[in-house]
């Protein structure tokens, strides 16, 4: 784990645990970042060998530049390895982020396994890595950040980042599907606890992985002519996260520029 520590020790900030933090430009920095910026502590997951075996490769000193952004911006922050395919992670996750930084109160959940094959091709192996990762993970998280939850009532928050992609992404899809119904069941059996639970669906956002075919038809496919940024979901996840987005509960939101309509 590497960890900066707490800049203040009379800091009462809460404490967010943003998951899938492994590339500067990625979604879930720009809300680590993000979150940080509005006051919040930051622990935050990243998996390595993910990013080793995808197009994109490596980001080496992404986690160090991540974690000295976010000090500087006030918040205490630590990052963990986390393989969560393995269903004990997620248990190991909160223990060492509580240890280290105090009790989770909001849980945004980034993490993705993302492998492109279809209805013919797609193996077994892939499709139980994609169901392990992005549905069985996050339901572990979420169970996990429940039971432990002792926050005021209406002050928890838990957000996932999904997608509607499916046709020819079919166990990305699929398993994207799964979270949403994880993440949107916990807005009424989390009631009792007062913890909010939305999904967000981003909609085309490159951060470095379309091929430029990709690219231009998503940009010529959108109303406002361009693609989505990190920072469009960030500002969005901030304020679900904020007292203000407190009334916003059990919803799947489009953050999508119009592409949907």
Known sequence: MNAHPRPSETSARPVALVTGVGRTVGIGAAIARRLAASGWDVARTQWTPYDDRMPWGVE?????TVGAELTGLG?????????????GTPTRVLDEVEQRLGPVRALVMCHCESVDSGLLDTTVASFDRHFAVNARASWLLVRE??????GEHGSGRIIALTSDHVVHNLPYGASKGALDRIVLASARELAHLGVTANVVNPGPVDTGWMPDQVRDACTAHTPLGRLGTPRDTAHLVDFLCSPQGGWINGQLLNSDGGISA
């Open 60 to 64: 080496h000193g992404a986690t160090d």
């Open 75 to 87: 918040a205490a922050t630590v990052a963990v390895e986390a393989d969560l395919a393995d269903p």
């Open 145 to 150: 950040f429940a039971r432990r939850f002792h």
